[in-house]
C-alpha cells in the first residue's frame, strides 16, 4: 500500500513538473511573440516617424528651393546644375530630389548652425555667425561631392575585377549578355548596382547600345566611359570581345596599381596636418609645460 502510494506521489510530482515546465515554456514563447509583435509595431511607428519627418523636412526645403529658383541668380542656377548632375550621378532615391530642393536643405543647415550657435555656444557675434551660416550652406553641397567621388573611386577600383570576370566566361564560351548577367548574380558594387540599371532598361526597351550609352552620360565618369566605349565598339563592328575586354582589364589594373602608389606617396603629406595641429601641440606642453611652469612658481 505504502509502495502504491509513494508511486502515486512520484507519478504526481513528477507530472506537476512537467507541466510547470510545459508553462513557463509556453508563458516564455508567449512573451517573446509579443515582444516580437511589439518590435515590429515599434519599427514601423518609428519608420513612418522617421518619414513623416523627412517629408516635412524636404517639403520645407522644396518651399525655400522654389523661392530660389524664382529669384534667377546665375550662381544660384549654377550650383543647381552642378547638385543635379551629382545627384543623377548617386542614382537611387537621390535622383529623385529636385536641385532646388536641396539647395532649400542647405539653407536649412545654415538656420540650423546659427540657432546652435546661439544657443548652444553662446555666439551673439554677427560677423561669426555670418561665417558659421555660410558654412552650414556648403555642408550638405560638400557631402554631396564628397559621395560622388567615392561613388566614382569605387566604381574605378571594380573595373578589373568585373572585366577579368568577363574575360573568363567569354573566352569559355558564354556570350556578353549571360556572362554580364551571371555576374550580376554573383558580385555586389557601385559598379554592378549600375550594370543592374542597365539590364533593368534593356527589359524595359532600350537597346543594349543605347542603354550602356545612357550610363555612361549618367555617371559622368571617364575610366567607365572608355570601357563603355571600347564595348560598344567592338559590338558594333561585330569584333570579338575576349581581346578587348582583356586588354582593357591589363589596362586598368595597371592604372589602379598606380592610383595606389600614388595615394601611399600622398599620406605622408596627410598626415602633416594632424601631426601639426594634435600631435606636436602636445609634444611641446609635456617638454615646456615644467619648465614654464618652474618659471611661474618662482
Known amino acids: ?33 509579443i515582444e516580437k ?9 518609428s519608420e513612418v516617424y522617421k518619414k513623416g519627418i523627412v517629408w516635412n523636412f524636404l517639403f520645407i526645403a522644396g518651399k525655400i528651393g522654389e523661392y530660389i529658383k524664382k ?25 529623385k530630389v529636385n536641385a532646388h530642393t536641396y539647395i532649400g ?3 536649412l543647415f545654415a538656420i540650423a548652425f546659427i540657432l546652435i550657435s546661439v544657443f548652444a555656444l553662446d555666439i551673439y557675434n554677427i560677423f561669426i555667425l555670418l561665417i558659421i551660416a555660410v558654412m552650414g550652406f556648403f555642408v550638405p553641397w560638400y557631402w554631396l561631392k564628397e559621395q560622388t567621388k567615392a561613388k566614382h573611386k569605387a566604381i574605378f577600383r571594380q573595373i578589373p575585377d568585373v572585366l577579368d570576370m568577363l574575360t573568363m566566361m567569354v573566352e569559355a564560351g558564354l556570350d556578353f549578355n549571360a556572362s554580364l548577367s551571371k555576374i550580376l548574380e554573383l558580385e555586389k558594387g557601385q559598379l554592378i ?22 550610363m555612361a552620360l549618367r555617371i559622368k565618369y571617364q575610366p567607365l566611359t572608355q570601357v563603355i ?3 560598344m565598339l567592338a559590338i558594333k563592328t561585330g569584333g570579338s570581345l575576349a581581346p578587348t575586354l582583356r586588354t582593357l582589364s591589363e589596362q586598368f589594373r595597371i592604372e589602379r596599381s598606380q592610383l595606389a602608389e600614388k595615394m ?6 596627410k598626415l602633416m596636418g594632424p601631426l601639426v ?6 609634444i611641446f606642453i609635456i617638454l615646456f609645460g615644467p619648465i614654464i611652469l618652474s618659471f611661474m612658481g618662482k
Open 71 to 95: 529669384i534667377q541668380y546665375k550662381k544660384i542656377d549654377e550650383m543647381a546644375l552642378d547638385i543635379t548632375k551629382n545627384l543623377e550621378i548617386l542614382g537611387g532615391a537621390y535622383s
Open 1 to 33: 500500500m505504502e509502495r502504491i502510494f509513494f508511486i502515486f506521489a512520484a507519478s504526481l510530482l513528477f507530472g506537476s513538473c512537467i507541466a510547470i515546465i510545459a508553462l513557463a515554456i509556453l508563458h516564455y514563447l508567449s512573451q517573446l511573440e
Open 277 to 282: 595641429l594634435l600631435i606636436f601641440p602636445t
Open 229 to 231: 566605349n571600347a564595348l
Open 37 to 45: 509583435k511589439f518590435k515590429e509595431r515599434s519599427e514601423k511607428v
Open 105 to 107: 536643405v542647405q539653407v
Open 193 to 214: 548596382d549600375e550594370f543592374k540599371a542597365v539590364q533593368q532598361e534593356i527589359r524595359f526597351g532600350k537597346s543594349r547600345i543605347e542603354a550602356f550609352e545612357s
Open 264 to 269: 601611399a606617396q600622398e599620406a605622408p603629406i
